[in-house]
């Protein structure tokens, strides 16, 4: 069983523009969303994290926001810029283990 | 801060013969450490949770023979692929967890070719 379910697959956004992506998860006992940043070859890097007792969070340009009642989070990218250009994971912990979204490759076209 | 190496990048072996992973925590203390293994173009996928000083907990359907796991210090963990074949070859990620925190910090990752 999925813990947490992640969309689209793949986005293509134009420079300058705003790439949102989407994530659910079933188990209210998740206190802990983080996102990551994947580029080729590379190991995932904390990109920005939130926990349920905060509907959102800003960090630059990135942005998550959180609907508890909705279980279901998104990351928005602002101004997106072809050096986002990578593949991003969202992910549910309770504390201990985490549980990875299924992954989104994101095209920022110059 | 929070900066986990992993050694080597990448290795490539001959089918039959055993390889070890090394993953650090270079600049925080981790009791807990994930091993994961992502396919191309797909998410990652728990192998197993090691935590120092005691056996590492597998996910079902690893097999723990062949992946042999040790977490002797706050700061290392290895994973050994014991008897590599070539369906072993992956990209391993290993992460950190650091103690009284929720974030999880990723190596860079090694890619294995096992031929």
């Known amino acids: 069983q999925q813990q947490v379910k992640q969309s689209p697959q793949s986005l293509i956004v134009q420079k300058g523009g705003i790439s949102i992506i989407n994530c659910a998860y079933e188990?209210?006992?998740?206190?802990?969303f983080p996102w990551y940043q994947q580029f080729p070859g590379k190991g995932p890097a904390l990109l920005i994290a939130i926990r349920p007792d905060v509907s959102e969070k800003k960090e630059g340009r990135f942005t998550i926001s959180f609907n508890k009642s909705a279980k279901q989070f998104s990351l928005h990218i602002m101004d997106s810029q072809p050096g986002d250009s990578a593949t991003y994971f969202c992910a549910a912990s309770n504390f201990n283990k985490f549980y990875f979204g299924s992954g989104t490759k994101l095209n920022v076209k110059p | 801060g929070a900066v986990v190496s992993q050694h080597p990048s990448w290795v490539i072996c001959k089918s039959g013969t055993s390889v070890k992973i090394e993953c650090r925590s270079l600049?925080?203390?981790?009791?807990?450490m994930f091993w994961y293994r992502q396919f191309p173009k797909q998410s990652l996928m728990l192998m197993a949770t090691s935590n120092e000083g005691s056996k590492a907990t597998y996910e079902q359907g690893v097999e723990k023979d062949k992946f042999l796991i040790n977490h002797a210090s706050l700061t290392l963990s290895t994973l050994t692929v014991t008897s590599a074949h070539p369906e072993d070859s992956s990209f391993y990620i290993c992460?950190?967890?650091?103690?009284?925190?929720?974030?999880?910090?990723f190596g860079p990752g090694t890619r294995l070719t096992v031929t």
């Open positions: 600049d925080f203390q981790a009791t807990t």
């Open positions: 992460s950190a967890h650091r103690d009284s925190f929720y974030e999880q910090y």
């Open positions: 188990n209210t006992a998740f206190d802990y």
